[in-house]
């Protein structure tokens, strides 16, 4: 599981969830830290910092504040064995969103802390901190006790090899693809069912520019191309009658940092139901897409809801 589907599943989970994980003895990983809270703002803001170089400099993670964990083994990484409730929950998320460009360098964009009440009125719980994965050079701790370069390595964060670093300055900004769908008007066929187009688009949230774009799609519907795709690559037949459809942008066509393109389209059928409204068969779909420089693969799964919602817009 990547660190955004890890945060995501943690913030829907919210307070009690988190307090199950608590006892639960769950290990940290690569993209999953947590932190004990022991009102000590200084230490916090310390770990604060390593934690940022650390994941920044990886694949990117979740740091939850209000768990304590400990290694049982020596070998054995640390497992959570209790949660220690954040007092004065929102005074700490706003010293740590005021001063998270305060303890790395050159910094990075992206890190986002939610807070997770356990009571409103008391204002305790636990705080999230996403931090994503920074593009180009890496990133330096400058806390204090913690000054230097950090990777998530495993369930450990550890000072950077000097290899590592020399590395990460050699290499130049890659752009990251996103494959997501925009759903267009209804139109009404009859008083039982009705179409609806829906948009495939590519986006580049990466920092690099993205060229020779193209997205190729396990065909789960009548695909056509947009106008601003240049050519239909070929067709070809996979798992019996199965087959995927390349899509690609013209040679010509750039995709900058977090700009978006529309591939292909297709119509989706749906029955009109007298209570909820329009009702759609769930379809999973998988895809792959690649440019000069990365490649993003994956299924994702279009719901009914997904697809009709008000902003028209569903995203992996």
């Not at 990484?77 to 929950?89: E, H, K, N, R, Y």
């Amino acid at each position: 599981m990547k660190a955004k589907e890890i945060f995501e599943r943690y913030r829907s989970g919210g307070a009690d969830f988190v307090q199950k994980i608590a006892k639960s003895g769950v290990s940290e990983t690569l993209h999953l830290d947590f932190k004990e809270w022991k009102k000590d703002i200084k230490d916090d803001l310390s770990y604060f910092g390593k934690a940022l170089s650390g994941f920044a400099n990886a694949e990117g993670g979740l740091l939850v504040w209000g768990v304590e964990c400990r290694r049982i083994g020596t070998d054995e990484p640390d497992v959570t064995q209790q949660a220690t409730p954040i007092s004065g929950l929102s005074a700490f998320a706003n010293i740590l969103e005021a001063r998270t460009d305060e303890f790395i360098q050159p910094g990075i964009s992206g890190v986002v802390h939610v807070k997770l009440e356990l009571d409103p009125l008391s204002d305790t719980g636990f705080l999230l901190t996403y931090i994503p994965r920074a593009e180009g050079p890496p990133q330096m701790c400058i806390a204090k006790n913690h000054r230097g370069f950090y990777c998530r390595m495993g369930s450990r964060t550890k000072p950077m090899e000097h290899y590592q670093i020399a590395d990460r300055f050699r290499e130049r900004p890659q752009p990251r693809l996103e494959v997501f769908l925009v759903g267009g008007r209804e139109e009404i066929a009859t008083n039982k069912t009705g179409t609806q187009q829906v948009d495939v688009c590519v986006s580049n949230t990466g920092a690099g520019v993205a060229k020779d774009v193209a997205v190729a799609l396990l065909t789960f519907a009548r695909l056509e191309k947009h106008s601003s795709v240049q050519r239909k690559l070929n067709v070809f037949p996979i798992a019996g009658d199965l087959t995927w459809k390349t899509f690609a942008l013209a040679p010509e066509e750039i995709l900058y940092p977090g700009s978006f393109a529309k591939l292909a389209y297709f119509t989706r059928d749906f029955a009109l139901e007298p209570q909820s409204g329009p009702t759609y068969a769930t379809i999973n779909v998988e895809y792959h897409a690649f440019c000069d420089g990365a490649t993003q693969s994956g299924t994702f799964s279009i719901e009914s809801s997904d697809i009709i919602s008000k902003e028209g817009k569903f995203q992996r």
